[in-house]
T-cell receptor
């Protein structure tokens, strides 16, 4: 069961790059790493997913080292609207017996 | 656009009542999930289902049961509600096709209070 560990909170300023790291020492071979964003009174929203190396989309980048025991979500030039809780998720949904694990989440506060 | 709809945004029930939380998705997804979210604890998986009439326990299934009679609907049941089940409940769905974890699409949650 791949548990995850993230910082509880982070502060940043508008325009800065934010990097949030997630540790998952027991990640299994078939597990993928997925990040979600959650605003108050809403359900989480998918941001990005990766298996190894680097993945980039229009919202963020995800860096995964060769040993895959951690991953880093990178948000370029954050704005006030990026203030949210970010969750790291490790698992293999397509394996019906496998457990899904959310980390405790990182509360990002972006200041003007 | 995927829509996951939870039947109530807010619900107040009494200790000992049987409580039903309903979730419907409109994208023909195979997988459906129920989580609860509590301050400081993040999201915790209660149950998930990968097909009609199939269910698997998550991390915290005690005190809950689920029902999936139709592909689009996944119900969470509190057999005898207790105050420690006061929480935000989130439903999600995802498809199976393709590689990796297909993104889960979440509803906006039901805030349940047990008095």
């Amino acid at each position: 069961l791949a548990k995850t560990t993230q910082p509880i909170s982070m502060d940043s300023y508008e325009g800065q790059e934010v990097n949030i790291t997630c540790s998952h020492n027991n990640i299994a071979t078939n597990d993928y790493i997925t990040w979600y964003q959650q605003f108050p009174s809403q359900g989480p929203r998918f941001i990005i997913q990766g298996y190894k190396t680097k993945v980039t989309n229009e919202v963020a980048s995800l860096f995964i080292p060769a040993d895959r025991k951690s991953s880093t979500l990178s948000l370029p030039r954050v704005s006030l609207s990026d203030t949210a809780v970010y969750y790291c998720l490790v698992g293999d949904y397509n394996n019906a017996g496998n457990m899904l694990t959310f980390g405790g989440g990182t509360r990002l506060m972006v200041k003007p | 656009d995927v829509k996951v709809t939870q039947s109530s945004r807010y619900l107040v029930k009494r200790t000992g009542e049987k409580v039903f939380l309903e979730c419907v998705q409109d994208m023909d997804h195979e997988n459906m999930f129920w989580y609860r979210q509590d301050p400081g604890l993040g999201l915790r998986l209660i149950y998930f289902s990968y097909d009609v009439k199939m269910k698997e326990k998550g991390d915290i299934p005690e005190g809950y049961s689920v029902s999936r009679e139709k592909k689009e609907r996944f119900s969470l049941i509190l057999e005898s509600a207790s105050t420690n089940q006061t929480s935000m409940y989130l439903c999600a769905s995802s498809p199976v096709e393709g590689e990796g974890n297909q993104p889960q699409h979440f509803g906006d949650g039901t805030r349940l209070s047990i008095l």
